[in-house]
């Protein structure tokens, strides 16, 4: 890094850049040849990135860090490192239902009132929400993924003679004319069923509002309630329009999302648009060579019935591990990790949203990158996280079964959404308990 900040000199009490520091909770002790593991979903391209990361609060600090992938089930192989007695430091959870049964669980660390009131400063308040477990602060969102983005090839709509809708009936409308010009309008990844709870989701939020998804998140509202059964019904006016999806509902059901990207954005596009996170654009630009803001961009996901626009995000968050053997090296990289320097690094080097309003713009790689950045943090307190990674992963996160699968059937045949509402919430009762 070129230069100390005076948040990290504060956070460290630094002394000099480079060189042993003390970390946050003091005693003047360095951590100079202290290990902190870390554990998390992350590979390829992402692990990479944060590795960066890291690699800094390593500059900074002398401590070592470890990064150890769990792959994507996360609390399975955390369980098994605690049992076993080779717990992590800390994890990078990236569901707010695995934090909360981490929580319940007894194995997470409350953290530092430091580290705390750093967030407090730094990030609207939703997002603390979102960390904090009975009124104990457990998780520090440092990854966050906009999902109310809506990619699109702008020679596609040129050719059409469309523009970028503000509401989801003009959305409709303009699909009808793109598919009109010979091009499916949409790419979806019906396969990963994780897809079609976004599609959801952003629906519900634009059109019910932000009080009833949190009820419906909380299973407080009932999957029969009339809200849910109109979302479906406005998702479904997509799924069975004519020649709105490419290679039809069934076509739908066999496209995985990195191939969804690949119809609008590969050599021979078979789809105009594709809905989904602000992660298309690097499958985009990194798979398909396309540059990000000219030929593969985003409008955002349109106003749902006279709604707001809506606001979905995803997140990873950092927790400490109650059995991992270096709590004090812990607390300090979670303090560096609340900083807007350590979201920088990564914020360079693409494929990464945070929603610390500290964070410099200009430290994005790109224009779209910040343009989505700001669209996060002026989201404030509006912002709603995935439903679906609030809920039991029997519900909300798991191949096969629950929500997901039962929206892959409502892709399939979308003719009966009261019927879809109540096998959603059949399932939903069974995984809540209640």
């Known amino acids: 890094m070129a230069a100390c900040s005076s948040a990290l000199a504060l956070a460290f009490g630094a002394t000099a850049c480079g060189g042993d520091v003390t970390p946050a909770g003091g005693g003047g002790e360095s951590l100079s040849g202290k290990k902190v593991s870390v554990a998390g979903v992350w590979s390829g391209t992402e692990q990479k990135n944060f590795r960066k990361v890291l690699d800094a609060f390593s500059e900074k600090t002398g401590a070592k860090v470890e990064f150890i992938s769990t792959g994507d089930n996360v609390s399975t192989v955390i369980g098994s490192k605690i ?6 430091d800390v994890v990078m959870v990236p569901q707010v239902g695995v934090l909360k049964q981490f929580a319940e669980k007894g194995w997470l660390q409350p953290l530092d009132k430091k580290t705390e009131q750093t967030v407090t400063d730094n990030f609207a308040p939703v ?18 993924a906009h999902k109310s983005t809506v990619w699109y090839s702008p020679d596609a709509l040129d050719q059409a003679g469309v523009k970028p809708p503000k509401t989801y009936a003009e959305m409709l409308k303009s699909s009808a004319t793109v598919a009109d010009s010979g091009l499916p309008a949409f790419a979806v990844a019906g396969e990963d069923g994780w897809t079609l709870t976004d ?43 004519k020649d709105l999806v490419a290679g039809g509902r069934s076509g739908a059901l066999s496209t ?24 298309v654009g690097s499958i ?55 900083t807007p320097e350590a979201a920088e690094v990564w914020a360079g080097a693409g494929g990464f ?38 809920a039991p992963a029997a519900f909300g996160g798991t191949k096969g079964m629950g929500e997901w699968k039962i929206l892959q059937d409502f892709l399939r045949d979308p003719a009966d959404p009261k019927g879809t509402a109540a096998a959603l919430e059949a399932a939903a009762a069974k995984a809540f308990k209640n």
Request: without cysteine; charged residues 25%; proline residues 5%.
């Open 284 to 338: 985009a630009k990194e798979e398909h060579g396309r540059k990000i803001g000219e030929d593969a961009t985003f409008f955002p996901f349109p106003a749902v019935d006279g709604g707001k626009a809506p606001v979905v995000s995803g997140g990873d968050a950092a927790v400490v591990l109650k059995d991992g053997r270096n709590r004090k090296a812990a607390m300090a990289l979670m303090d560096y990790l609340a």
């Open 353 to 390: 949203l945070s929603p610390n309003k500290k964070v410099d713009p200009a430290a994005y790689g790109d224009d779209t990158a910040r343009k989505t950045a700001k669209s996060l943090i002026d989201a404030g307190d509006t912002v709603r996280f995935d439903m679906s990674d609030q």
């Open 199 to 241: 599609w959801f989701e952003n629906i519900y939020l634009s059109q019910a509002g932000p009080e009833k998804y949190d009820r419906l998140a909380a299973h407080k509202l009932p999957w029969t309630d009339a809200s849910v059964v109109k979302a479906l019904t406005t998702l479904g006016e997509l799924f069975s329009g």
């Open 83 to 88: 049992e076993g007695g080779n717990a992590p």
């Open 127 to 144: 997002w603390k929400n979102y960390g904090t477990v009975d009124g104990d602060f457990y998780g520090l969102y440092f990854k966050a």
């Open 256 to 279: 995985d999302f990195p191939s969804s990207v690949g119809q609008v954005f590969g050599a021979d596009p078979e789809a105009a648009m594709v809905y989904e996170g602000d992660f």
